[in-house]
């Protein structure tokens, strides 16, 4: 098979006479095979972050939540806004959820006394029969039951692991807002403490479930008991809720049903008694931040890429210069000067191919292998390199599209040609005459 003049031509100026291949001619290929998994390794591995996020959100969120208006911070009769809700298509659960104080017993102190351990968490007291219609903490269980009665509890593996709580492992909830009741502030700035009215006890539970919902915040600060009790913890009448919570069909077009739901809990009222807040609207900050970084992201990582066009330049430069008598040559029998522009673009496009095609296979390798390799760097680094405290998530997230590898390779492709032009118009442009009086 016989190749075209300019595109043999492109190959044989690659390779050099004495070797198989030139070191200047692998240098220049792996400045676009770095920049091309580098720009594939990052671009994956921050979709996979806002896709993770976003499932184990809509896992343990609900997709939306009904709160009372006008200044009320419980809803006296959930059950209405339950049926309001079910009779539009949404599974629907009353929840009551606030701060409290945990309070920990450990026996077996090296001093000899108990030591009690006092850790700020969210309590959730919600309905076990129906919560499974809202969020996917039932199918999160690891240990114990789901069906909680009074007296008994859920925690998350983390928290149940950093304070070693087992399955009927007792602790106390306190309520802040109940210990507070009684300091007050004066008019005139003092603080008074007053006798409380009755004695307060804080509510005792057992583990009786251990859940993981693969998102680190949850899994380390929010525990389950039923909704009563949750009401006599911090003071609410029974059968009361702070909110309701609904899982929707399409959480990804909520709008239309958002306004016809609240249409339906406020008619043409000025005052709403009751606002409407969709998981969208709860975690906008964090799906706007994660966006803005993966665009930024994506956008310095384009300038790996840029730099590794330098270097294919600078190879091109050097052949031209090194070849200047076989172009004057080339030019003196009738080759064309467009012809002449190609050999070189064509060295351009054959090194953006090779080095596309190389950083492909390598960041999907290390994607592949990204959980090994954060292992391994941990290891030899000392700490943990993907600490989930601080990204919310327990594993390293990747997420990649057939799409993805096009635009990337796209990408490569235009960067690499374009740094192949300036020294194919300055091969072009060369004099026969002058090119073979050349000493080189």
């Known amino acids: 098979m016989h190749l075209p003049l300019d595109l043999f031509l492109a190959l044989r100026y690659l390779r050099p006479k004495r070797t198989f291949v030139s070191l200047i001619t692998l240098l220049s290929i ?3 095979t770095l920049g091309v998994a580098i720009l594939l390794i990052v671009n994956s591995i921050m979709a996979g972050f806002g896709r993770d996020i ?17 200044g009320s911070i419980t809803i006296q009769d959930p059950n209405k806004i339950k049926d309001i809700l079910e009779a539009n298509g949404v599974k ?5 959820q606030d701060s409290a104080l945990i309070q920990i017993r450990y026996k077996s102190h090296p001093s000899g006394k108990d030591e009690n351990i006092i850790q700020p968490k969210v309590v959730y007291g919600i309905d076990p029969e129906t919560e499974p219609n809202v969020t996917g903490v039932k199918d999160a269980l690891l240990y114990g039951k789901f069906d909680i009665e009074e007296g008994e509890a859920l925690v998350g593996d983390r928290f149940a692991r950093s304070m070693g709580l087992t399955i009927g492992t007792t602790i106390l ?3 802040p807002a109940r210990l507070t009741q009684s300091v007050k ?11 409380p009215d009755e004695v307060y006890f804080p509510e005792q539970v057992k583990i009786a479930g251990i859940f993981s919902m693969g998102f680190a915040d949850f899994d ?6 039923r909704r009563d009790q949750a009401a006599d913890l911090l003071g609410l009448d029974w059968g009361s809720a702070t909110s309701v919570q609904g899982k929707v ?10 306004a016809k739901l609240n249409e339906q809990l406020n008619g043409n009222s000025f005052f709403n008694m009751y606002r409407i807040v969709t998981w969208k609207e709860r975690n906008q900050m964090l799906f706007s931040t994660l966006q803005v970084e993966q665009k930024l992201m994506a956008f310095l990582m384009t300038f790996i890429l840029l730099v590794a066009s330098f270097s294919i330049a600078a190879t091109l430069i050097t052949v031209v210069v090194q070849k200047t008598r076989e172009i004057g040559t080339l030019k003196a029998v009738g080759i064309s000067s467009w012809m002449v522009a190609r050999i070189f673009i064509f060295q351009g496009a054959i090194i953006g191919c090779i080095g596309t095609t190389l950083g492909i296979v390598l960041g999907l390798t290390v994607l592949h292998y990204r959980d090994s390799i954060a292992t391994l760097l941990s290891a030899i680094l000392g700490h943990d390199v993907f600490p989930a405290e601080l ?11 057939a799409s993805d590898l096009v635009s990337v390779s796209i990408l490569s492709m235009l960067i690499c040609i374009s740094s192949a032009l300036i020294p194919a118009l300055f091969a072009s442009a060369l004099p026969p005459a002058k090119s073979l009086q050349d000493n080189n």
């Open 30 to 32: 792996l400045g676009p």
């Open 54 to 70: 976003q499932e184990n959100i809509m896992n343990w969120q609900a997709h939306l939540h009904v709160f009372p208006a006008m």
């Open 92 to 96: 629907a659960s009353p929840l009551i």
């Open 173 to 175: 909830i306190h309520s």
């Open 185 to 195: 502030w004066e008019k005139d700035g003092q603080v008074k403490v007053k006798q």
């Open 220 to 225: 380390e600060n929010v525990i389950f008991v």
């Open 249 to 258: 069909a399409e959480p990804m077009q909520m709008d239309a049903l958002v």
């Open 391 to 401: 990204y919310h998530l327990n594993r390293l997230p990747a997420l990649w599209t």
